[in-house]
């Protein structure tokens, strides 16, 4: 069973996501083109957005345990204003990702704090925070570089950890499924597979054989497309779908009681 990467491996990811979501704000045609994947959107929201949750986190990180985000850290994003001339946005962008990385190096992967995923499957702690923020940062890349017009698939190594990323920490919980008891597989062409399955106790997922038996429903693609399918960022019907599409539809109206 294939590992997950090592902290040393998040945080080279993270640089190199960011360096890629630099280059795509760069090259588009100004700030104010729409950011088609997130509607309402212009690409210097999306600025906003990546690059003040660089320096939300890395207080987040800096904080350690809590029950929830520094005062400070949330009052800071709410008043965040970017620079508007094009090198000063490129350094502030920079800035921002070097914040969260020496925050994350600071603290180690193991040391714990806030996350808005208390009872995931994701860990609690600074390295649950890097695995995340480096899905976050290639998610937002794709989508400034499909703002841009030139987008690009995913990297292997960002993907094949980012299906299992986003089921262990925004699908998996203990709140129960309020349908008949099922699961979901996710095939990912590279050789990987995921199973969630969901009952009264809850969503939790697994990793399963490829040649696993149909579950309720199954999605088969790139680990790419999978994790632009789960953000929403593809339509369905761009993979492959085998069982009943509208459990789909169910487990994506799905919102689970905190716990």
């Known amino acids: 069973m294939e590992k997950n990467p090592e902290f040393s491996d998040l945080l080279r990811l993270i640089d190199e996501r960011s360096s890629a979501f630099r280059a795509a704000v760069a090259a588009a045609p100004g700030p104010d083109v729409p950011v088609t994947t997130c509607p309402g959107w212009t690409l210097l929201d999306l600025v906003k957005h990546l690059g003040g949750g660089d320096r939300f986190w890395a207080a987040i990180v800096a904080a350690g345990p809590a029950d ?14 970017v620079p508007q001339e094009r090198e000063e946005l490129q350094t502030w962008l920079a800035a921002s990702t070097q914040l969260l990385l020496d925050a994350l190096r600071e603290a180690g992967p193991d040391s714990g704090c806030w996350t808005w995923w208390p009872a995931s499957q994701s860990p609690r702690t600074a390295g649950g925070v890097a695995r995340h923020r480096v899905q976050e940062t290639s998610v937002h890349t794709y989508d400034a570089q499909l703002a841009g017009g030139a987008p690009q698939p995913l990297p292997d190594e960002v993907a094949l950890d980012g299906v299992e990323e986003f089921l262990f920490t925004v699908c998996a919980t203990p709140s129960a499924w309020p349908h008949r008891p099922t699961a979901f597989d996710f095939h990912a062409t590279e050789g990987r597979s995921w199973r969630l399955t969901v009952d009264g106790d809850g969503a939790r997922v697994t990793r399963v054989p490829a040649a696993t038996a149909t579950a309720g429903a199954s999605v088969r693609g790139t680990a790419g497309e999978l994790v632009l399918y789960l953000y929403d960022r593809v339509p369905a019907d761009t993979l492959q779908l085998d069982g009943d599409a509208g459990l789909l539809d169910l487990l994506r109206a799905w919102e689970p009681e905190e716990k």
């Open 68 to 81: 929830g985000p520094p005062e400070e850290a949330v009052a800071a994003r709410a008043a965040l204003e």
